[in-house]
C-alpha cells in the first residue's frame, strides 16, 4: 500500500461522539486557593480535564510525547491522553478523518495529500527540527568518493518507503541536480538494514534518520546533508533553513471545538522538551526503555532538535516538493492548513 493508497482506504466508519467533558471544577479550585499554596509545592494537575486520543509511531523523534505521558505533565496541563502506537503513518491520517483519533503524528508531504484527497487534517505542532548543523535525515554513502548528488544517477539508493517527506525530499533534490527519479533504483527498506545493506553492495547509498545514521558513519560509511533541510532550502529559494520531518495533525473540527486541548498539548510538548533537552541523560535513558534502543548505540546516537511552533512558512516548501515530485498536483492553502490559534 501507497502512501495515497492508505489516505483513502476506508476502515471502520466509527461514529464521531464528543471527544472530552469539560467540566469547570470550582470546588476543587477554591479549595487549592484556600490551601494556600506555598512556593515550591509540586505541581497539581489541571481542574479541567480533556480526553484526547492520540497516534503515532514510536521513535526518536517523538520521545517528549511518551516523557510527557510518563512524568504526568499531560494530567498537569488538564489532558487524559491515550495513545495508540503504529507503523502506518498515512492510514493514521484515515482514522483521523473517521473521528477514531484526534491528534495524530504525520509529516509534511504525507498530510498535503491528505489535504487534496479531501481529508480534514490541520497541523497543530510540529516535534523536531533539522539543520545544516544538527541533521536528522541524512543521504549515506559506499564510496567515500561520492560528494555530490549528481553523482547518485545510476545507482541503487536504499529508502525507508516509496513516498513520504524523506524519499520526496531526495528525489525533489535529485532532480534539481540534474538526476531524474528513473535515473535511480530506489530500494525500500528498513533503517536498520541499511549499513547491511551497503556493506553487502546491494545498494549504493541509503538515506537514513537518527539514530541510525551515527551507526553508519561508526561503519565507516560516508555521511552527507540533511535532505529534508536542504530540500526545504532549496523549494524555498533560501527562506526556510530547517527540516520540517514529523509533526502532529488534527482536524479543523477539533481545532475549531477545542482549542484549549490543542494549547494544553502544545504547552505539555514545551515542558518535556524543555526538561529532555536540560536533562539529555533521561531522554537516553527513555531512549533504552520505550524503543528498546541497545545502550551503546543510545549513548552515541545524536538526539533529535525537539520543538514545537510551526507556522504557514514552515509548510510552504514541502507544498513545491511535493508538486515537483508529483506526490500532489494543486497548491493548497498552507493558511488554513497549519492552526494558528482560536
Same mark, same amino acid.
Given at each position: 500500500m501507497n502512501a495515497t493508497d492508505g489516505l483513502i482506504a476506508t476502515g471502520t466508519q466509527a461514529a464521531h461522539r464528543p471527544l472530552w467533558r469539560l467540566a469547570v471544577l470550582a470546588a476543587a479550585a477554591l479549595l487549592a486557593c484556600s490551601c494556600g499554596g506555598q512556593s515550591g509545592d509540586a505541581p497539581t494537575a489541571a481542574?479541567?480535564?480533556?480526553?484526547?486520543?492520540?497516534?503515532?509511531?514510536?521513535?526518536?523523534?517523538?520521545?517528549?510525547?511518551?516523557?510527557?505521558?510518563?512524568?504526568?505533565?499531560?494530567?498537569?496541563?488538564?489532558?487524559? +491522553?491515550?495513545? =495508540?502506537?503504529?507503523?502506518? &503513518?498515512?492510514?493514521?491520517?484515515?482514522?483521523?478523518?473517521?473521528?477514531?483519533?484526534?491528534?495524530?503524528?504525520?509529516?509534511?508531504?504525507t498530510v498535503l495529500v491528505g489535504s487534496e484527497h479531501g481529508l480534514d487534517v490541520q497541523v497543530v505542532s510540529r516535534i523536531q527540527q533539522s539543520s545544516a548543523e544538527?541533521?536528522?535525515? +541524512?543521504?549515506? =554513502?559506499?564510496?567515500?568518493? &561520492?560528494?555530490s548528488l549528481a553523482q547518485l544517477s545510476g545507482t541503487k539508493i536504499g529508502v525507508p518507503a516509496l513516498t513520504g517527506v524523506l524519499t520526496d525530499s531526495l528525489v525533489y533534490l535529485l532532480q534539481r541536480n540534474g538526476v531524474d527519479r528513473d535515473a535511480v533504483d530506489l530500494v525500500p527498506m528498513p533503517f536498520g538494514s541499511m549499513g547491511d545493506q551497503l556493506a553487502a553492495e546491494r545498494v549504493d547509498a541509503v538515506v537514513a534518520s537518527i539514530p541510525f545514521w551515527s551507526g553508519l558513519a561508526a561503519r565507516g560509511f560516508s555521511i552527507h546533508d540533511d535532505v529534508v533541510a536542504l530540500a526545504a532550502h532549496e523549494a524555498s529559494g533560501g527562506a526556510?533553513?530547517?527540516?520540517?520531518?514529523?509533526?502532529?495533525?488534527?482536524?479543523?473540527?477539533?481545532t475549531r471545538e477545542h482549542p484549549e486541548a490543542i494549547e494544553a498539548w502544545r504547552d505539555s510538548l514545551t515542558e518535556a522538551i524543555d526538561h529532555l533537552k536540560a536533562h539529555p541523560d533521561e531522554a537516553r535513558a527513555l531512549l533504552q526503555s520505550w524503543l528498546k534502543m541497545p545502550p551503546e548505540v543510545a549513548e552515541r546516537a545524536p538526539l533529535p532538535n525537539w520543538i514545537v511552533e510551526v507556522s504557514p512558512p514552515d509548510l510552504q516548501p514541502y507544498v513545491t516538493i511535493s508538486r515537483t515530485v508529483g506526490t500532489i498536483n494543486g497548491d493548497p492553502d498552507v493558511d488554513s492548513i497549519v492552526w494558528q490559534g482560536p
Open positions: 481542574a479541567t480535564v480533556a480526553d484526547v486520543r492520540v497516534a503515532l509511531a514510536p521513535t526518536g523523534n517523538v520521545l517528549p510525547v511518551e516523557f510527557a505521558e510518563q512524568e504526568g505533565i499531560f494530567e498537569r496541563h488538564g489532558l487524559h +491522553v491515550t495513545m =495508540t502506537e503504529g507503523q502506518d &503513518i498515512p492510514v493514521f491520517l484515515s482514522a483521523l478523518d473517521q473521528g477514531d483519533y484526534d491528534v495524530v503524528m504525520s509529516v509534511p508531504t544538527e541533521p536528522n535525515a +541524512v543521504w549515506v =554513502t559506499r564510496d567515500d568518493s &561520492i560528494d526556510v533553513d530547517t527540516g520540517m520531518t514529523v509533526l502532529f495533525a488534527s482536524s479543523s473540527r477539533f
